[in-house]
C-alpha cells in the first residue's frame, strides 16, 4: 500500500512550500493523483485568502431563490433574490416554492434584534468571595473595560457582560456591537486587552479567552435563551388558496405536521431546534455569502410556530435566537462572496440577515407543507437524482 | 432604491431560464451587477450539479494539514493528508499543529462504530393501545418490513428500529447500513416504501416521514445518547516533550482549560458540546470533500477527555456520537470533491470518518494548548488578517 | 445571640445519645425550645425507622381524592382512591375534580412497562482499545455477571446492560428487576458484587459505583429518552359535557392552553418536562405512601398530549418515562404508608404506579383547565389560605 | 375482587363529608381497612391544615445532623443543627460526617442572591409586530404594573420581566420579591392583577397565568441560567488531614470520582444535575421544614465543583441557581414545621436557604467521599436495613 510508505518524518512539511502550485504539485507527486478542478477552481489572488497550506479552491453550485417580498422593522418593503449554495438537489426548490407561496400571500415581515457577539472567558478567582469580588469590580470599572475594548477598533461597541461565578472559576461573557462584520476575531482581540487590564489590576489570571460560556460553534441552551449574534423573527399568513394551489396541502395539515414534527418530536428527543431544517437553508446561505459554516451550529437553534386563522389561512413564524452573520471580514472579504450578497443587495449586516430570515420561513413553510402533502420523497427522487 | 421597482409579479421566474448561462445574465441586468467569479467558479459540467436555479458556482478556499498517522481498529497504520475548506485563518495552521504533536507521539489511534443513518417518521396511531399495538405489529413484521425495505436500494440494509408511543402518535426510528453513502435520500425512499407496505397492512397514516426523532440537522440528545451515522472516537498520548515543544505549554495547563472551558463551561451552558470546536474542522472537511454542510450541527456534538498520566504526558481523547458522512453520493459526485477524497487516499466512508476523527483531534488539542498558551488572539491576528 | 455560643467543640455529637427521647430532649435544652409536636408525631416505633439521629417525626396533611376509574392494560377496570400527603392548598381538589370528568368519560386507561432499576458505574480504562475490551468482555461474560447479581438478593433479577467508552473512562448502566421493591439499595449492592467479579477476573478499577449515568435523582435526558424504573402511560377521551359541566372550559381552550404552556412553554424554557405539574402529584403520592421523595425528580419529567376529537371531545394523555416507585422496602416499611397503600388497594407495584399514572392525569388535566377557564388564582385564594 | 364493586356512581363524593373523623370512618368502612396511624398522627387542628379531603396526617422520621458552622456573606459565624426528614438510612448519617469534616476545616461560607419568585404568564398577540409593542408597552408602563402587583400583597415587592415573543405569543416573566415567603401564590395573584390591568389598557388575552416559561416545578435550563427563587453557593476547604481521618479517602480521590460522576457522567446522560445527590438533602430539609416538595425539583439542579489545593487541601464548592424556599406561608405555618424551623434556629428566609446551602456541602462531599472510598454499598447495607 501507497501511505504505508508515506512516512511522517521523511515528507515535507507543506507549509514549506512557497506557493501555492508547488505545494499542490508535491501533493500531486507524492499522492500520485491530479488536481486539476482545486486548481482550475483558484479564482481568487493568494492575496485574498486568508489559509494555510492553500492548494487551490473548492467549488459549490449557486442556485437562486426568489424573489421573496420581505417588509422590515421600519416597514421598508423589499423583494430578494437569495442565493444558496448547496449540493442537496431539491432545497432550492424548495425555498422558491415558499417564496412565492409568501409573496401571493403579500410577503414576510421581519424582525431583528441585535445581541451582540459575545467572547466568554473564564477566570481563575480563588474563592466564591474572591469571584463576587471580581463581579463587583468588573462592574465598577465597566466604563474603564468599554474604553479599552474600544481602543482595539474603531468598529467595536462594548455592550455589557454576564457573569457567573462557579467554585473558583468565574466566568463572563462580554457582548460587544461588532457593525457589519460577525466579528468574532474583533471580540477576541477586545477580550484580550479586558484581560490585560484586569490582570494588571487585579491579579486575576484568565484560565481560557474562550471558556464555552461564549457558547461558539457548539448548540446550547445559553444561546438560545439568551440570544447571541443576531437574533432574528419572520412571519407571514399565508392565504389559504396559497396553501392550497401552490403548496399543495391545507393549513390543517401543516398545522398537524408541524404539531407532531417540530414541537413533539423535538420535545422527546431532547433537541433545541423545534424546526424542520433552519440549518439548510443557513448554510446553503452561509457557504453562498461567505460566512463561518461553523456557525450553521447556532443556525439550527430555534422554533417554528404556526396557526390556523380564523378564516382558514396558516399564520407561520419563526425564531432564531442566536444567529451569527457579517457582511464585512472573514470569507465575504473574497470577491465571489460579495457578488452573492450583491445579488442580495443587502447594505448592512442587518439587511443581510433579514433576507435569510425571510429565506428560512420559505424553506421552513416549503418543507412542512412537502412533509403533510407526502411528496418530500418525491421531491428528492426527481430533484436529487437527476439534473435540471 | 432599487429594489423597490423590483415588483414580483412583473419578473420572470428564474426557473423559466433554460440554463445557467441565461439565468445568470438575467440577474446581472435585473440587478446591474457583474458574476464574473461565480461564472468563473463553475468548473463541473450542469450536468454533474444538482441544484435549481443554478447560475454557476462559489468557491472556498482549500488547504491542506498533515499528514496525521492515524492506527485504525484493525491495527493498520496510515498516514493521511487532511483537506480542509474554510475562510478562517489559522484553523489549518492549527490542525496542521496538532498532527505534528500528535505524529511525534506515535499517532492517534481511531475507532468507529457504525450507527446507520436513521428516519423517524410519526404515525397517527388513535390512542395508546393502537400505539402498542402497532410496536408490536412492527416487531411481528420486521422482516417484512426489512424485504421492503431493501427492495428500494441495492446499497442499503435495513437494521432495526426504536419507537416511542406518545399520546396518539407512534415515534419510529429505522436504522440502515447505506454502505458508502450518507445516505439521507435513500432511507427517506426506504421509509416511504415502508410506510406504504404499513398503510396497507394496518391502515395507519404516517404524518410526516421525517419525525424530527431523526434527528436529522438539529441539535438533539437522542443522537448524543444513541447516535446516528457514525460514531468517531479518536485518542493520542501526547508526549510532555511533544506538549513543551510543539504545542507550547504542558499537560497540566491543558488539563486546567480542558476542564473550565470544554466541560464545566458547557456544563453551565446548557450545551451539548463538551468539546473546543470540533464544528470548525468538521465544516472544513465536510466543505473540501462534498458533504452536506447542515450535518455540520450533529457534528458539533460530543466530548473530548483528557488525563495527566503518570509520566506527566497528556492523555487527550475525543468523542462524536452522530456524524453524518458520505464517499459517495450528494455532493461527493462533484469531481473537485473527488478530488479531496483522493488527497486522503480513503476508499470507503469508514476510513473518511476516520481521517476526520483524527483531524479533529489535532485540532481539539491545538486550540486547547493556544488558549492554554495564551496564544488565541495572536495567532488569529497573524494567521486571520494578513496573508501567508 | 444564642449560636455564637454554641462551639462545635464543647456540644455533644447527636449520635452519642443512647435513644431518641435523650436526643430529643439535648436539643430542646440545648436550644431553649420545645419539640412537642414532633415528639408526638412519633407513632412509630424506633426499630421500624430507619434514619440516623432520630429525634422523632414529622407530619404531612394527607386527604384522599378519588376514586378514579382505571383500567389496566388486561383490560381490567377497577376504582381507586387516592391519597395525597401535601401542604398545598387546591392540589387534592384538582386532583379530584379531574377524576370526575374522568369518570364521567368512562374511565382512563393506563399503561406501564418495566424498564428496571439501574445502577451506572464507571469504570477505569485506561484508553479506547481498554474500554471497547471491557465492553465486549461484559458482553461475553453477562451470563455470569447475572449469577453474581441474582446471588445478593433473592428478590433481583438482572436484565441487561447499556455502555459508553468516553476517552479513559467506560460508563456501564445495568438494569435490573427489583420486584415489587423501588430497588435502589438492592441494585447497588448488586453492581458491588459485579465490581468485585470484573475487579478480579480483568483487574478493571470502579471509579465509581454510581456514575450519574444511573440517573439518579437529577434530571437527565438520558432517563427521558431510555426510562429508568417504570415507564408510565395514561390517557382519557373526555367527553365534551363533562369537558363543560366539570372542567367549565371547552376542549379547544384546553387544547389552546396546553400548547403555549406544556408544550412551547417548555420547549423555549429548555425544559424536560413538557407537563403542567407531573411533580405535583407525584410529589403527594411519594409522601402518602413512603416513597423516596428525591426521586420526584424523575417524576418531573414527561409529556402531556390532547387532541381535539372531531365529535369535540378532548383526547388527554399523558407519558412519564422514568418513574421510581416501590411497594415494599425504604420508606413503605413504615405502617402509616402501608395504611394508604391500603387505600389504593394496590398488590403490586404496577397497580400502585398505575393508580399514580391516573391521579397524574387527572392532575394535569384539571390544571389545565383552570388555567383555560382563568380560575387558577380563584382556586389558591379560595383553598389555599383559608380552611376547608 | 373487591373493587369491582366501588362504583363511582354510587359512592358518595369525601368531600361531602362534613369532617376529617366521618372521612376517615367512610373510607375505613367502605375498603375494610384500618387507619390507625393516619388518625393517630393527625397532631394539628383541622384549622391549621390547608388541604382538601383531609383524612389525617402521614409521617416521616426525623433526624437531626450538624452542628455545621456557616459564616453567611456578612461574615457572621453560626452553628445549625439541620433536621432532616427522609426514610432513606445513611442520609443523616452521611450529612452528619460531612459536617464534621467542615467543621474541623473551619466550617463552609455560604453565599445567597435573591433573583425572585417568578411566574411567567403566555399572551395572545397576533403577530411579532404585536409582539413587539406589547413588550414596549409593559416597559413603558413598568411601574403601573409595579404598583398594581404591590397592591395584591404588602408583602410583595415587583422587581423586573424579561420577555420573548414566539410566533403569536408573548411569553412574560415577572420576577417578585416575596419576603420571607416562598412566594407561589402571591405571585399568581400579584399576575393576576397584572393581567387585568394588561386586558383593560391593551385588550390582551392572557392564554394561561403559567406557561411554563415560570419554570415551576419541572426541571429547565432557564432556571439554571437565569436562577429562579434564590440561587446558592456554598464551599469549605477541607483540610488533608479532615479528608483522611473523617472521610477516610484523599482529595485526589475525590477529585477523580467527582470529575468522573458528577461531571463526565452528567455530561454525557444530559442531565442538569452536575452533582452527587442535592435532591436528596433538598427534600429532606424540605421535608421538614414544611416547604412544598414538588420544588424539590428545582433543588436538583445545580453543579459542584472541586480543587486540589497546593498543599494537598480538597477545595469544595456547590451552586444551585434556583430553590424555592420559604420561612412563612404554605406548609411552613404548620407547628411541626416551625419546630424545625426553630431547631435550625433560621430568622429569614435567606438564612434557611443558607443552612440548606452548608446541608448540602456536607452532603455531597460526603458522599462523594464514600465513593472515593468504595463504602456506599457497605454504608447502605449497614444503615438502611437495620436500626440504630
Same mark, same amino acid.
Given at each position: 500500500?501507497?501511505?504505508?510508505?508515506?512516512?511522517?518524518?521523511?515528507?515535507?512539511?507543506?507549509?514549506?512550500?512557497?506557493?501555492?502550485?508547488?505545494?499542490?504539485?508535491?501533493?500531486?507527486?507524492?499522492?500520485?493523483?491530479?488536481?486539476?478542478?482545486?486548481?482550475?477552481?483558484?479564482?481568487?489572488?493568494?492575496?485574498?485568502?486568508?489559509?494555510?497550506?492553500?492548494?487551490?479552491?473548492?467549488?459549490?453550485?449557486?442556485?437562486?431563490?426568489?424573489?421573496?417580498?420581505?417588509?422590515?422593522?421600519?416597514?421598508?418593503?423589499?423583494?430578494?433574490?437569495?442565493?444558496?449554495?448547496?449540493?442537496?438537489?431539491?432545497?432550492?426548490?424548495?425555498?422558491?416554492?415558499?417564496?412565492?407561496?409568501?409573496?401571493?400571500?403579500?410577503?414576510?415581515?421581519?424582525?431583528?434584534?441585535?445581541?451582540?457577539?459575545?467572547?466568554?472567558?473564564?477566570?481563575?478567582?480563588?474563592?466564591?468571595?474572591?469571584?463576587?469580588?471580581?463581579?463587583?469590580?468588573?462592574?465598577?470599572?465597566?466604563?474603564?473595560?468599554?474604553?479599552?475594548?474600544?481602543?482595539?477598533?474603531?468598529?467595536?461597541?462594548?455592550?455589557?457582560?454576564?457573569?457567573?461565578?462557579?467554585?473558583?472559576?468565574?466566568?463572563?461573557?462580554?457582548?460587544?456591537?461588532?457593525? !457589519?462584520?460577525?466579528?468574532?476575531?474583533?471580540?477576541?482581540?477586545?477580550?484580550?486587552?479586558?484581560?490585560?487590564?484586569?490582570?494588571?489590576?487585579?491579579?486575576?489570571?484568565?484560565?481560557?479567552?474562550?471558556?464555552?460560556?461564549?457558547?461558539?460553534?457548539?448548540?446550547?441552551?445559553?444561546?438560545?435563551?439568551?440570544?447571541?449574534?443576531?437574533?432574528?423573527?419572520?412571519?407571514?399568513?399565508?392565504?389559504?388558496?396559497?396553501?392550497?394551489?401552490?403548496?399543495?396541502?391545507?393549513?390543517?395539515? *401543516?398545522?398537524?405536521?408541524?404539531?407532531?414534527?417540530?414541537?413533539?418530536?423535538?420535545?422527546?428527543?431532547?433537541?433545541?431546534?423545534?424546526?424542520?431544517?433552519?440549518?439548510?437553508?443557513?448554510?446553503?446561505?452561509?457557504?453562498?455569502?461567505?460566512?463561518?459554516?461553523?456557525?450553521?451550529?447556532?443556525?439550527?437553534?430555534?422554533?417554528?410556530?404556526?396557526?390556523?386563522?380564523?378564516?382558514? !389561512?396558516?399564520?407561520?413564524?419563526?425564531?432564531?435566537?442566536?444567529?451569527?452573520?457579517?457582511?464585512?471580514?472573514?470569507?465575504?472579504?473574497?470577491?465571489?462572496?460579495?457578488?452573492?450578497?450583491? *445579488?442580495?443587495?443587502?447594505?448592512?449586516?442587518?439587511?443581510?440577515?433579514?433576507?435569510?430570515?425571510?429565506?428560512?420561513?420559505?424553506?421552513?413553510?416549503?418543507?412542512?407543507?412537502?412533509?403533510?402533502?407526502?411528496?418530500?420523497?418525491?421531491?428528492?427522487?426527481?430533484?436529487?437524482?437527476?439534473?435540471?
Amino acid at each position: 500500500m501507497f501511505f504505508l510508505f508515506l512516512s511522517t518524518n521523511l515528507i515535507m512539511t507543506l507549509k514549506d512550500f512557497k506557493n501555492t502550485k508547488s505545494r499542490r504539485k508535491y501533493l500531486e507527486n507524492q499522492l500520485a493523483i491530479e488536481l486539476e478542478d482545486i486548481k482550475k477552481a483558484l479564482i481568487h489572488s493568494e492575496k485574498e485568502i486568508t489559509i494555510e497550506n492553500l492548494i487551490g479552491e473548492t467549488t459549490l453550485p449557486l442556485g437562486v431563490a426568489g424573489p421573496i417580498k420581505i417588509q422590515n422593522s421600519k416597514l421598508e418593503i423589499r423583494n430578494y433574490y437569495i442565493p444558496l449554495a448547496t449540493t442537496e438537489g431539491a432545497l432550492v426548490a424548495s425555498v422558491n416554492r415558499g417564496c412565492k407561496a409568501i409573496n401571493q400571500s403579500g410577503g414576510t415581515k421581519v424582525f431583528l434584534e441585535k445581541i451582540g457577539t459575545t467572547r466568554g472567558p473564564v477566570y481563575e478567582t480563588k474563592n466564591l468571595e474572591k469571584g463576587f469580588w471580581f463581579l463587583n469590580w468588573l462592574k465598577k470599572n465597566e466604563n474603564l473595560i468599554k474604553q479599552i475594548a474600544e481602543k482595539t477598533s474603531s468598529h467595536l461597541k462594548y455592550l455589557k457582560f454576564e457573569g457567573k461565578v462557579i467554585g473558583h472559576y468565574t466566568f463572563i461573557r462580554f457582548y460587544f456591537d461588532t457593525k !457589519d462584520a460577525m466579528g468574532m476575531n474583533m471580540v477576541t482581540f477586545a477580550t484580550e486587552a479586558i484581560n490585560k487590564l484586569i490582570k494588571e489590576k487585579t491579579g486575576i489570571n484568565c484560565f481560557a479567552i474562550s471558556s464555552n460560556y461564549c457558547v461558539d460553534k457548539k448548540p446550547s441552551w445559553l444561546n438560545f435563551i439568551f440570544g447571541r449574534g443576531v437574533s432574528l423573527w419572520a412571519e407571514a399568513v399565508i392565504k389559504k388558496e396559497a396553501v392550497k394551489e401552490i403548496l399543495k396541502t391545507s393549513a390543517q395539515e *401543516i398545522f398537524k405536521v408541524w404539531l407532531a414534527k417540530n414541537i413533539i418530536g423535538s420535545s422527546i428527543s431532547g433537541s433545541l431546534g423545534f424546526n424542520a431544517h433552519f440549518s439548510n437553508i443557513v448554510a446553503a446561505f452561509f457557504a453562498a455569502t461567505g460566512q463561518d459554516l461553523a456557525h450553521v451550529v447556532e443556525g439550527s437553534i430555534g422554533i417554528t410556530t404556526t396557526k390556523i386563522e380564523n378564516n382558514g !389561512d396558516l399564520y407561520f413564524s419563526i425564531y432564531l435566537p442566536s444567529l451569527m452573520i457579517g457582511l464585512i471580514g472573514g470569507g465575504t472579504k473574497l470577491s465571489i462572496k460579495q457578488e452573492a450578497i450583491k *445579488i442580495i443587495g443587502a447594505k448592512n449586516k442587518e439587511e443581510l440577515a433579514i433576507v435569510l430570515g425571510g429565506a428560512i420561513l420559505a424553506g421552513e413553510l416549503s418543507l412542512l407543507a412537502s412533509l403533510a402533502e407526502g411528496s418530500l420523497a418525491k421531491a428528492h427522487k426527481k430533484l436529487g437524482r437527476t439534473n435540471k
